[in-house]
């Protein structure tokens, strides 16, 4: 068994630290960050993805992509994700420990990609065309942008129109969205 960073899947950290077979210190460091994850409509989920949109959003509709983060020899992750940019980050940290926040350079290891890039940029790539195919459109003049980044320079230079004041619709076009119920996790009681 292996730690994460040394091609371990999320399931196969979470068996060997129920079952004892992570190596210190990596079985310590584990037992302090466990994530848990839960079903949700047939696929898995962070919980706490799961429960940040279940309080967000009181219909509880979440839109997920599987992630196909991996290196080179192991499998991809398999979990599913909130297609949002800081839940992606957020799954890339606790899931891959993947820092999201420098200016070092880092190879996008979703599929076959490898492409290079500052580490800050690495969510935000994944979210966007490359991968997930989400799209963000002005509410006020339909113009779809691939990514949030590019809206709001959108409506930060559009002078004198009514765009300075849009909010975007967020399209989820990938071939591999799925919407679930996040409210479904935590029994019939939460739906």
Known sequence: MFPLNQGATPTQI?????????????????LTHTRRTLMCEG????????RSSAQRAPEG??????????KEGSAP???????LKISMGR????????????KQKISCLWGKCNKEMNEESIA???????????K??????????????????????VAGTACRTATATILHTGRNVRVIDSRTAFGPSAA
């Open 14 to 30: 979470l068996q060997g630290i129920a079952d004892g077979t992570l190596p210190s210190p990596s079985r310590k460091l584990y």
């Open 124 to 134: 935000r790539h994944v979210g966007s065309d490359a991968h997930l195919s989400i």
């Open 91 to 102: 799954h890339l940290q606790d899931w891959h420990d993947v820092s999201i926040a420098g």
């Open 43 to 50: 696929v898995r989920v962070d919980e706490e993805q799961l």
């Open 77 to 83: 992750c398999g979990l599913w994700v909130e297609g």
């Open 136 to 157: 963000y459109v002005c509410s006020t003049c339909n113009v779809e942008f691939a990514r949030e980044d590019a809206f709001q320079r959108h409506r930060e230079t």
């Open 61 to 70: 509709k979440m839109f997920v992509y599987e992630c196909h983060w991996h």
